[in-house]
């Protein structure tokens, strides 16, 4: 299993309940989704996920490591192998769309001409090889996305998660994210997508885990 929560709940503060007794387990190269109202907690397993918040109780584990033990100079390198697409793309206004996705390599040791040439490749595979040189402000919506994707893959993670990708974009353009999404996971990366998209999400006939008021009330699996 690539992820497990074992009962895993989180409070914000005293009073802020957000999951409670979450248990469920992912085998690698699945793709799957996570819904429920807003508030039911979706962002919240994602973060915990990430690392960027902690959980209150319970264990999880991924990518065989625990996330209550992780210690801060395990991250870099735990955050290496879990891509996150966030809901505001976070772009970098004053760089270009290849700087912005190379930037990521760069950061992690890589020369400029291999960074370059690595986003190259993973902006051509979300259809933007001709965007290159333009600035973020200078796509539609649906492009800064598919930067964000580039983005998140070109480090070669084990597990993408994606919170709400195609949250403002258009019935069409935001099947051809999740076909892009497809793609990625075709090659064996685990990708786990909050959406409360249900139309789309049933369309795809994918596994998906259904969170209410922070409760996991049920985990769907199309027939085969
Ligand atoms: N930083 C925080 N401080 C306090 N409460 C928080 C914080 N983040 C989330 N919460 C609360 O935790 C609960 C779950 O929030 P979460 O963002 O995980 O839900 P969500 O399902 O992702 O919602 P949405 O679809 O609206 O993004 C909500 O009640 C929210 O108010």
Redesign the pocket.
């Given at each position: 299993m690539i992820i497990q929560f074992n009962r895993v709940s989180k409070a914000?503060?005293k009073d802020?309940k957000?999951l409670s007794d979450v248990s469920f387990d992912v085998e690698a190269g699945e793709m799957l989704f996570l819904t429920?109202h807003?508030?039911?907690?979706?962002?919240?397993i994602l973060k915990l996920i990430m690392k960027i918040e902690d959980m209150s109780y319970g264990q999880a584990t991924v990518n065989g490591y625990g996330l209550k033990h992780l210690k801060s100079h395990q991250l870099p390198q735990y955050r290496q192998s879990v891509g996150m697409i966030f809901q505001d793309h976070r772009l970098l206004e004053n760089r270009t769309i290849l700087d912005n996705v190379a930037l990521s390599l760069w950061i992690r040791g890589y020369g400029k001409a291999e960074s370059h040439k690595q986003a190259r490749v993973v902006l051509q595979q979300v259809g933007l090889k001709d965007k290159t040189h333009f600035y973020p402000d200078q796509l539609s919506s649906g492009q800064q996305q598919r930067v964000g994707i580039a983005r998140a893959i070109v480090s070669k993670p084990d597990i993408l998660l994606a919170d709400?990708p195609t949250g403002n974009l258009d019935p069409d353009l935001s099947l051809e994210l999740m076909e892009i999404f497809m793609k990625i996971n075709e090659t064996g990366t685990t990708v786990l997508i909050?959406s409360?998209d249900l139309i789309l999400i049933k369309r795809l006939r994918k596994r998906v885990l259904v969170?209410d008021s922070?409760q996991l009330i049920d985990d769907y699996r199309p027939e085969t």
């Open positions: 914000y503060g802020n957000a429920g807003s508030g039911a907690g979706k962002t919240s709400e909050a409360h969170l922070g």
